[in-house]
């Protein structure tokens, strides 16, 4: 069982900036891959980044890509999502989760097996 708690959301102005942050529980988060995935009111969850095991590879949706990054401190177990120029678009709730098999970045939810409870990011124009 892993248990996970984001932190960071809130309301920002068009163009501003946030980090997100996930904790995870356990001993052996730097086995898991880890991804963030967001979901609009009345949209599917969208896969945002993903990142590796040892944090040497990341993959980010087009969407974000030069906008957002993913991050990991294996010591503090502790994923980080830098998004930055953010757009009203990018409103949503992001949700951190672990695939605790993988051994390449999925970017499917179906594929993750634990989740956090969801950060709110609220961006106004």
């Known amino acids: 069982q892993v248990q996970l708690v984001e932190s960071g959301g809130g309301l920002v102005q068009a163009g501003g900036s946030l980090r997100l942050s996930c904790a995870a529980s356990?001993?052996?988060?730097?086995?898991?891959?880890m991804g963030w995935f967001r979901q609009a009111p009345g949209k599917e969850r969208e896969f945002v980044a993903g990142?590796?095991?040892?944090?040497?590879?990341?993959l980010s949706a087009d969407s974000v890509k030069g906008r957002f990054t993913i991050a990991r401190d294996n010591a503090k177990n502790t994923v980080y999502l830098q998004v930055s120029s953010l757009k009203p678009e990018d409103t949503a709730v992001y949700y951190c989760?672990?695939?605790?098999?993988?051994?390449?970045?999925?970017?499917?939810?179906?594929?993750?097996?634990?989740w956090g409870q969801g950060t709110q990011v609220t961006v106004s124009s």
């Open positions: 989760a672990v695939d605790v098999s993988a051994i390449i970045i999925q970017t499917t939810a179906a594929y993750y097996d634990y």
């Open positions: 356990g001993r052996t988060f730097s086995n898991y891959v």
């Open positions: 990142i590796n095991r040892s944090g040497s590879r990341t």
